[in-house]
């Protein structure tokens, strides 16, 4: 039976943009059969290992899950991401903060030995520096995203130091990839632009000209949360959330560096509710401390990423 040393990885929220991937990534590291993948609903792709059907919310389902495949190892990926949670604040808090309570209760009562679950850089909000955010600074987030997102690092934190779980955590900022479609989130432009621009030759950007944040291609935000799981416990020095982000950009600069490969393609902006949350946001992070503590480098920069994106939707049928 296939394990990851003497256990099974879950991931809850597979069939999301991070999960999609992150299965594939952790399948790739440690075997088909050591990673067991698991939604809500049935998966979109055909799986290359175990599945199994949970509500994030449902303890008891998620403790026969680990049961069956001796899981030790939990990466938690189920929540509403910023524009959604806007339309459902409360059922936003009850999914984002109630999930991760009942995996780090997993974890305190020593049926998971580590834990990962994903920050945000929406942490952050409009009284925070916008350039180069640092590790350590104001974090007044203004979305209902954001909010649940500064509470649950409270609880990672908590949770490791007075009753000693190894949960791990990455505040991502917007994440760009082909393999698998986003889902309600504010930097989401960067992936329909791509769809549009194959399709019609011509975008219009939710978001307006100028309005610049962080953003990392998703090849290095697998590898960046891989690489953090398995770090060694003592090298993991921040148990809150880590920064991280591979390049910045706005609209306009990744319109142009699309144009380099489709000559006519066209953007226009019209502005909606999005802006208001992309304007709370810092523009660039500071992510040394990932640097430091676990050697965390992209590999991507944005004209490598255009290129890769427009290479594999090109070839793919997710046009
Ligand atoms: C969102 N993609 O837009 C997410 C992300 C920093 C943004 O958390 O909600």
Same mark, same amino acid.
């Given at each position: 039976m296939g394990t990851k040393n003497d256990g099974r990885v879950l991931v809850i929220g597979s069939s999301g943009q991070i999960g999609t991937e992150l299965v594939e990534g952790l399948r790739e590291r440690f075997g088909d059969d050591a990673v067991v993948a698991s939604d809500i609903k049935e998966p979109q792709v055909e799986q290359a290992g175990?599945?199994?059907?949970?509500d994030a919310l449902d303890r008891r389902g998620i403790e026969r899950i680990i049961e069956k495949y001796e899981v030790k190892e939990v990466y938690l990926l189920a929540a509403l991401l910023s524009a959604t949670a806007e339309k459902d604040p409360a059922y936003a808090w009850k999914l984002n903060m109630e999930s991760l309570f009942i995996i780090l209760e997993l974890a305190r009562e020593g049926v998971l030995k580590k834990v990962y679950w994903p920050s945000s850089i929406a942490v952050f909000g409009p009284s925070?520096?916008?350039?180069?955010?640092?590790?350590?600074?104001?974090?007044?987030?203004?979305?209902?995203?954001?909010?649940?997102?500064?509470? %649950?690092? +409270?609880?990672?934190? !908590?949770?490791?130091?007075?009753?000693?779980?190894?949960?791990? $955590?990455? =505040? &991502?900022?917007?994440?760009?990839?082909?393999?698998?479609?986003? %889902?309600? +989130?504010?930097?989401? !432009?960067?992936?329909?632009?791509?769809?549009?621009?194959?399709? $019609?030759? =011509? &975008?219009?950007?939710?978001?307006?000209?100028?309005?610049?944040?962080?953003?990392?291609?998703?090849?290095?935000?697998?590898?960046a949360t891989i690489?953090?799981?398995?770090?060694?416990?003592?090298?993991?020095?921040?148990r809150r959330s880590y920064n991280l982000a591979g390049f910045s950009f706005d609209p306009e600069q990744i319109a142009a560096e699309i144009q380099r490969h489709i000559p006519g393609f066209t953007i226009t902006y019209s502005p909606d509710h999005r802006q208001a949350i992309a304007d709370s946001w810092p523009s660039s992070i500071d992510d040394s401390a990932a640097l430091a503590d676990w050697g965390w480098s992209p590999q991507f920069d944005l004209a490598a990423m255009v290129d890769d994106m427009i290479t594999h939707l090109k070839g793919s049928a997710n046009v």
């Open positions: 175990p599945f199994a059907m949970v925070t520096p916008k350039d180069g955010t640092p590790q350590h600074t104001v974090a007044e987030p203004t979305t209902v995203y954001g909010i649940s997102k500064l509470a %649950g690092e +409270g609880w990672c934190q !908590y949770y490791h130091q007075r009753y000693g779980v190894d949960v791990r $955590s990455i =505040r &991502y900022p917007g994440l760009i990839g082909w393999k698998s479609a986003p %889902g309600g +989130g504010t930097t989401d !432009y960067a992936v329909h632009i791509f769809h549009e621009a194959l399709k $019609s030759g =011509r &975008y219009t950007s939710f978001l307006k000209a100028g309005t610049v944040l962080p953003m990392m291609y998703m090849p290095d935000a697998i590898r690489d953090l799981m398995e770090a060694p416990s003592e090298r993991v020095r921040e």
